[in-house]
């Protein structure tokens, strides 16, 4: 059923797009014959643009994990004060964008800075499509200002990283390939009655499955004979072997958040994705090149601009 409605979007969003366009063509038509004005030609051609670019858009959050919630951590860099002040500000730019996107936030983690704003905090975030948007925020943040925490006035820069994670839940589902399953049987030994030394009741359960990173066929053997029946050794054979492959799920996103933890950059000049310059009114990122002199909307948490500059660009491999 996940997967029917899957294509259900995809076709009838393809299809009012399609249809949006139809419509312009139609418009520009009779435009020329005078029976529509410019203005209505305008209306439908931002319609049409509009549908084109919510379905790209959509097309670069695909991924399984794009649809999960996320946590947020904040991390204000070297510079005392005035970093941590930063931090704190940022902290409040992504509370206002969710509230935006009606998410749930809940506040994990919270480090007060020394004099002001924060040395550390985590929120997490609940929402369809809360990571696949904010993982464009995934890096080291600029700021620069005339500091009030200064005392000359002086204009400081200062940094703060964003760390963004999928929120993923305790359960995972697991699912076994009953192609890749095959069962021995053997004589159980040891005290347990007549029954589980005479009659094969122990199993050997073989499991082979293709590993989802390396491609390379695995096997997975588990044997069991706790139980004086065979049935019941055999579900709890498939009990274990659900266990191991709930562990080794567990392992493969640890190993992915490590990696994306390893491919953090330092928090200092030269490796922030984006500057948010006060006194020249503009926010720039320095991935796609867009930017803003809308600061105040920015920092109110307008971010939705930069997030799909990055998603056009980058969503296809981020």
């Known amino acids: 059923m996940k997967v029917v409605r899957e294509l259900k979007f995809w076709i009838n969003a393809c299809r009012e797009v399609r249809s949006s366009v139809e419509e312009l063509q139609l418009a520009f038509d009779f435009a020329k014959e005078g029976v529509v004005s410019e203005e209505e030609v305008d209306a439908?051609?931002?319609?049409?643009?509009?549908?084109?670019?919510?379905?790209?858009?959509?097309?670069?959050?695909?991924r399984e994990e794009d649809r999960l919630g996320a946590v947020l951590k904040i991390n204000a860099g070297a510079g005392g004060t005035e970093s941590q002040d930063w931090a704190s500000m940022l902290f409040r730019m992504y509370q206002r964008w969710c509230e935006s996107k009606n998410?749930?936030?809940?506040?994990?983690?919270?480090?007060?800075?020394?004099?002001?704003?924060?040395?550390?905090?985590?929120?997490?975030?609940?929402?369809?499509?809360?990571?696949?948007?904010?993982?464009?925020?995934?890096?080291?943040?600029?700021?620069?200002?005339?500091?009030?925490?200064?005392?000359?006035?002086?204009?400081?820069?200062?940094?703060?990283?964003?760390?963004?994670?999928?929120?993923?839940?305790?359960?995972?589902?697991?699912?076994?390939?009953?192609?890749?399953?095959?069962?021995?049987?053997f004589?159980?030994?040891?005290?347990?009655?007549?029954?589980?030394?005479?009659?094969?009741?122990?199993?050997?359960?073989?499991?082979?499955?293709?590993?989802?990173?390396?491609?390379?066929?695995?096997?997975?053997?588990?044997e069991n004979t706790e139980s004086r029946s065979q049935s019941g050794n055999r579900e709890n054979a498939l009990r274990l072997l659900r266990s191991q492959l709930y562990e080794l799920e567990l392992d493969r996103r640890r190993t992915a958040q490590a990696a994306v933890e390893a491919g953090k950059k330092k928090i200092e000049w030269g490796s922030q994705i984006r500057s948010y310059v006060f006194d020249d009114r503009?926010?720039?990122d320095h991935r796609t090149n867009h930017q803003t002199s809308d600061v105040t909307g920015v920092m109110d948490g307008s971010l939705d601009g930069f997030i799909k500059a990055y998603l056009m660009e980058f969503g296809g491999d981020a």
Request: proline share 3%.
């Open 103 to 185: 998410y749930k936030t809940t506040v994990t983690n919270w480090l007060d800075g020394d004099e002001a704003g924060i040395k550390t905090a985590t929120l997490q975030v609940e929402g369809d499509l809360a990571y696949g948007f904010l993982k464009s925020e995934n890096g080291v943040h600029r700021l620069v200002r005339v500091s009030p925490f200064n005392a000359q006035g002086k204009r400081m820069t200062s940094f703060a990283s964003v760390f963004v994670v999928p929120l993923v839940d305790d359960s995972i589902k697991i699912e076994v390939n009953p192609a890749g399953l095959s069962w021995d049987t």
């Open 282 to 284: 503009r926010v720039k």
């Open 187 to 222: 004589r159980s030994s040891g005290a347990g009655g007549q029954n589980v030394n005479k009659v094969e009741t122990g199993v050997r359960l073989h499991y082979r499955y293709r590993d989802p990173d390396s491609g390379e066929e695995r096997e997975i053997v588990i």
């Open 44 to 62: 439908a051609c931002t319609r049409a643009l509009r549908l084109l670019e919510e379905l790209e858009l959509k097309n670069m959050l695909r």
